[in-house]
């Protein structure tokens, strides 16, 4: 099972992450993935501004 870090500094990561999801020009596609994958994943959908981020949790 994997789990979000969390600390000061994943606090700063996470609002970083938001910011970048909210201004995102790929809703349609990240819903999409999203929804074509209810049980998780491998790997982040790589179009993701938050791929990086959300990968180094999966490799954790």
Known sequence: MNHVPTGAHTDAALRSAAHRCI???ETEACRAWLESHP????????SCP??????????S
């Not at 049980?39 to 790589?46: I, K, M, T, V």
């Open 23 to 25: 201004n995102c020009s």
């Open 39 to 46: 049980d998780g994943a491998d790997e982040a959908l790589p």
């Open 50 to 59: 938050n791929a990086s981020l959300f990968n180094s949790w999966i490799e």
